[in-house]
């Protein structure tokens, strides 16, 4: 940094921290806002906590949470239970429904109820599996209507106003279970689109249009970034036609402007599923609803940390499946990593 230079950290100590040891954030700020530096340092007149939360403005149920898991004690933690129970809903909640349990898996795996209920915003009418197939059956999985660059831009944006956030990567309750029976469901809907697309015009199979091992509706999310192509980890597009054959579709905005770009798929870059992801890999991300998938069993990174971090990625509604005991553990486990960085900016 040049001499003259200020430098400014943006952040939320309460969610999870880096994957590398430490918890530097929380180490900076905590002293100061949990009132314990004890002592008066240079970094003393510099920390602003930001108290006005505008993601949550229309979801006062989900403000109420989240202001509950960030206080540092365990008093708000009954009526955060409550809450997210289904038990009651903040004052002034037009939505009854806003936090929705869809109970516990049982033996580790979900049920197809609750498979189905964790797959229903994507099928929806105004889901983008949905919003496919409606188009579909109006025009053939093949037809060039499907290659409206606005049609793109709307199931896009229907894409990312939903998603499942699970715990781990592995297992039932894990993204790659979870992102099999989703798959799984968004097919048979497509599938079914198709049928009767067909039904009394043509005596052929009912098959979703594929390439290169991806098929048309598929959700894909970026792991590495690409600045080649110009793709970024994080990134998420769909598979869809342009120019005639199937490719990846992603949003971008040109000069303040919603848009979309296509992107040939043999020069995807590493990439994977997008119907589920881990709350680790959902930081900075905003949905109008969220699924939460708690691990189903005990595991050391289900934290309060990671149930805060899961939760706050909502706008509006929030399910949630897991056990109330298992939920209950979770929010009194903290991250617990000794980087010493506290030490040296406010020990004596």
Not at 2 to 27: F, I, K, N
Not at 238 to 247: I, K, N, S
Request: hydrophobic fraction near 40%; aromatic fraction near 4%.
């Amino acid at each position: 940094m040049a001499p003259g230079a200020r430098l400014v950290l943006l952040g939320d100590r309460d969610q999870l921290a880096s994957v590398e040891a430490g918890t530097v954030l929380a180490d900076v700020v905590g002293p100061v806002l949990d009132n314990t530096a004890g002592k008066t340092t240079p970094l003393s007149g510099c920390i602003v906590p930001f108290t006005v939360n505008h993601r949550f403005q229309q979801a006062p149920t989900v403000a109420v949470i989240a202001e509950g898991l960030k206080r540092r004690g365990d008093e708000d933690l009954p009526d955060v239970l409550a809450l997210m129970k289904g038990e009651k809903t903040a004052p002034g909640d037009p939505i009854p429904e806003r936090v929705t349990h869809l109970g516990q898996a049982k033996d580790g795996r979900p049920d197809d109820a609750q498979l189905d209920a964790l797959a229903a915003p994507y099928l929806e009418e105004d889901g983008f599996i949905g919003l496919l197939s409606q188009a579909i059956v109006a025009h053939g999985p093949t037809s060039i209507k499907l290659e409206d660059p606005a049609f793109h831009l709307t199931l896009l944006e229907a894409l990312v106003r939903y998603r499942i956030l699970a715990v781990h990567r592995r297992g039932p309750l894990g993204v790659s279970g979870l992102e099999r029976q989703m798959v799984r469901r968004a097919k048979a809907a497509l599938t079914l689109a198709i049928q009767t697309r067909r039904t009394g015009k043509e005596n052929k199979p009912a098959i979703i249009p594929s390439r290169h091992g991806q098929w048309l509706g598929r959700p894909v999310l970026i792991t590495r970034n690409s600045y080649e192509v110009g793709l970024m980890n994080g990134d998420i597009g769909l598979v869809l036609p342009a120019g005639g054959r199937l490719a990846a579709v992603f949003a971008f905005k040109d000069k303040g402007v919603a848009t979309c770009r296509s992107v040939a798929l043999a020069r995807l870059p590493e990439h994977t599923g997008a119907f589920a992801m881990t709350v680790h890999k959902s930081q900075g991300s905003q949905f109008s609803r969220v699924a939460l998938v708690l691990a189903g069993r005990v595991s050391p990174i289900q934290t309060r940390e990671l149930v805060y971090t899961g939760i706050t990625r909502t706008s509006g509604r929030l399910d949630w499946l897991g056990a109330p005991q298992e939920l209950r553990n979770a929010l009194g486990q903290r991250i617990q990593r000794a980087s010493g960085l506290g030490d040296l900016l406010w020990g004596s």
